[in-house]
């Protein structure tokens, strides 16, 4: 934290001293020329003097700092590509319908841009996108799914396939000298509050926050509002050993809330998270087992389908639960989780006995963090369990399983059905996949020829396989 706090001043003297000196007093509107980077952390589409790097002095900074931060965290990805920002005088910016205010530009990066839909790493294009709102971006244009899900100020554009096109709020952007204060976990701008996330009586809510820039904190003030701006808390100015702080108030379900939290340096600078609005919902999904059924007699793995069902959320997540005591005092086995909307779950991770008797349930979570459970339902192991048979060979789904290979040169092997999740495996053309079951555009694959010690079953995009 404090190389950060080192960090940033001698490069915004830089760039601001440089900027001031070339263009402050051609510019009626007080704007300062981008300088090209002396350390190397952004690249000027335009080169200096072509009336295409004017901004505000706040915007300046803003660009410095986020391209700074983007290489110190990742130093092996893309460098920052400033596109156009403004002119020196604020007027019309053709072929741009904007670009006239000095707090917008269009970004990309060099030499892979990864701000294109095309581009196949998304997780690396979304990381950009939430430093970008972290630091003070007001509005994202990019047509990304991933990123215009995950990040509030983001939303799709016609014409912004291949680059972001960025507005920021002045007011958010640090000081010199001043902390960074952002919004953790799930509770930051557009999230939502589960059940899980409050004790009984609805108190309790644990709001996280991080504060960068290694200055010394003098006070922390968190405050919440209910619906359209009713005050519910204000802690006042106060003093916290951690980035945390619970609410003691209870909290009322289906309603909109939002909080901040304010800092103030022992230096008397002073920084704010923002307003964070979030909304609750307390009600769990309904679900509920369909096969094996109850008392049934199985040959093999089975298996496992179930339902769920909640008006307008989808499920975001599974567990199996497997027990041989029919009290389930203590549960013998917990599968997961697993991400992704998938209803059905074939159980080859736990080796059963023949003849015994068993029983499961699936634990599914909403899209919003509540949980659901199913009953628990018993399946018996018949005296041919585990004897193999022609039809099973090789895993799948079972008799009629279709296959399909691999077209791309290479395609990602994911613990779910999106970009958003992990990785599992990179497979190569060709490459001989079962299908197991489809999920829009995905299809839950397992390999027909899998190689040992490496991952077998996930989720590929349709779009890459025949």
Not at 157 to 185: M, N, S, T
Request: with cysteine.
């Amino acid at each position: 934290m404090k190389r950060e706090s080192r960090g940033w001043a001698p490069l915004l003297l830089c760039v601001l001293g440089v900027s001031l000196a070339r263009g402050q007093q051609a510019s009626p509107k007080g704007y300062v020329e981008m300088p090209p980077a002396d350390d190397g952390a952004w690249v000027l589409t335009h080169p200096p003097g072509s009336n295409r790097n004017w901004g505000r002095p706040v915007f300046v900074r803003y660009l410095a700092l986020v391209a700074r931060e983007w290489r110190r965290r990742y130093p092996d990805r893309p460098r920052l590509r400033l596109g156009d920002l403004s002119k020196a005088d604020g007027s019309p910016f053709p072929p741009h319908k904007t670009h006239r205010d000095g707090l917008t530009a269009d970004l990309f990066t060099t030499p892979q841009n990864i701000c294109h839909v095309r581009w196949t790493q998304q997780e690396w294009t979304l990381d950009l996108a939430r430093l970008l709102a972290d630091y003070g971006a007001k509005q994202i244009l990019y047509n990304g799914d991933l990123v215009v899900r995950s990040v509030p100020v983001a939303k799709k554009w016609k014409g912004h396939d291949d680059h972001f096109h960025v507005v920021i709020d002045p007011a958010r952007v640090p000081a010199e000298g001043a902390p960074l204060v952002f919004a953790e976990g799930p509770l930051a701008d557009g999230g939502w509050i589960s059940r899980g996330a409050v004790d009984e009586e609805r108190r309790g809510l644990l709001l996280r926050w991080r504060v960068l820039g290694g200055a010394k904190l003098k006070g922390v003030r968190v405050r919440v509002e209910e619906g359209a701006g009713t005050p519910l808390h204000d802690s006042g100015w106060t003093k916290l050993r951690r980035p945390e702080y619970r609410l003691p108030e209870p909290l009322r379900d289906g309603l909109r809330y939002r909080w901040r939290v304010d800092v103030e340096t022992a230096a008397g600078h002073r920084a704010s998270t923002g307003w964070q609005t979030v909304r609750t919902d307390f009600t769990p999904p309904s679900v509920s087992a369909r096969s094996p059924r109850d008392g049934a007699e199985v040959s093999g793995p089975p298996t496992l389908r179930w339902t769920f069902r909640k008006r307008g959320v989808a499920q975001a997540r599974y567990r199996i639960e497997l027990d041989g005591d029919p009290n389930h005092r203590k549960v013998k086995h917990r599968l997961g989780p697993f991400e992704g909307e998938a209803t059905q779950h074939r159980l080859e991770e736990v080796r059963l006995k023949r003849t015994k008797r068993y029983y499961w349930r699936v634990v599914a979570t909403d899209a919003h963090g509540n949980e659901g459970a199913s009953e628990w339902v018993l399946f018996r192991t018949g005296r041919s369990y585990g004897k193999p048979r022609p039809a099973q060979e090789g895993g799948g789904e079972g008799r009629g399983a279709r296959e399909v290979r691999v077209r791309a040169s290479r395609l990602n092997l994911r613990a779910g059905p999106g970009t958003q999740h992990p990785v599992r495996r990179t497979l190569t053309q060709g490459t001989r996949l079962r299908v197991l079951a489809e999920r829009g555009d995905w299809l839950e694959v397992e390999l027909c020829e899998p190689a040992g010690g490496e991952p077998a079953r996930g989720f590929v995009s349709r779009r890459y396989v025949e």
